[in-house]
């Protein structure tokens, strides 16, 4: 099946800091999401985004689909952004069936 | 109601038991999931509901049984389940297509003991 890696897979940043969280995947697809899982479990999706690029206020993401990566961008972070962001892509073209990535772990310190 | 509600949020079971996990949305969707998170372990899909009929099964075993009783409603039973299938199970539920993003339930943590 297809791979999904992320990297890196646990960062630490000042608050105000900016980073990029980046997806690799082993095979092509036609959808793919950003997710964002809280420390309580709860997942909010933040992009749904197969190619180009999308913003949401400080979170921004690109995707390349024809070189099989996608980028979440996020500036001036807050501890409120603190916890695990996945990507998941459905290498099919259904829009059914998404298989998650590895995960990065972030934890943003006051 | 933007809203995936699950229920309970969480359950402790011997591995005896029958227990069933609910899942309700009211937005329409024609599609839903259940996935499985192990700590610290990416969500795993389990099943997948399009227009209340299986569509996809990856592979788990028959101690999980799932029910999409009507488009608003999507149960997981649970009958002779081992320690190591305590996890977080998760529920989702979406359009149906190419073109439409998830929305997840909060979840339910379930422990068996």
């Known amino acids: 099946g297809i791979q999904v890696e992320q990297s890196p897979p646990d960062l630490i940043l000042q608050e105000g800091a900016n980073s990029t969280l980046r997806c690799n995947f082993s095979?092509?697809?036609?959808?793919l999401q950003w997710f964002h899982q809280n420390p309580w479990g709860q997942l909010i999706n933040l992009f749904y985004?197969?190619?180009g690029t999308k913003q949401n206020g400080r979170l921004s993401a690109t995707t390349v689909a024809t070189e099989r990566y996608s980028l979440l961008y996020i500036s001036s972070s807050q501890t409120t952004d603190s916890g695990v962001y996945f990507c998941?892509?459905?290498?099919?073209?259904?829009?059914?069936?998404?298989?998650f990535g590895t995960g990065t772990s972030l934890t943003v310190i006051p | 109601d933007t809203e995936v509600t699950q229920t309970p949020k969480h359950l402790v079971m011997g591995m005896t038991n029958k227990k069933s996990l609910k899942c309700e949305q009211h937005?329409?969707?024609?599609?839903m999931y259940w996935y499985k998170q192990k700590a610290k372990k990416p969500p795993e899909l389990m099943f997948v509901?399009?227009?209340?009929?299986?569509?996809i099964n990856e592979s788990v075993p028959s101690r999980f049984s799932p029910e999409c009783p009507n488009s608003s409603l999507l149960n997981l039973h649970l009958h002779a389940l081992q320690p190591e299938d305590s996890a977080l199970y998760l529920c989702?539920?979406?359009?149906?297509?190419?073109?439409?993003?998830?929305?997840f339930g909060s979840g339910t943590r379930l422990t068996v003991v």
């Open positions: 989702a539920s979406s359009h149906l297509g190419p073109t439409h993003g998830y929305t």
């Open positions: 095979d092509s697809v036609n959808n």
């Open positions: 985004i197969p190619s």
């Open positions: 998941a892509v459905d290498p099919g073209n259904t829009g059914n069936q998404f298989y």
């Open positions: 937005m329409g969707h024609r599609a």
């Open positions: 509901y399009s227009y209340e009929k299986l569509s």
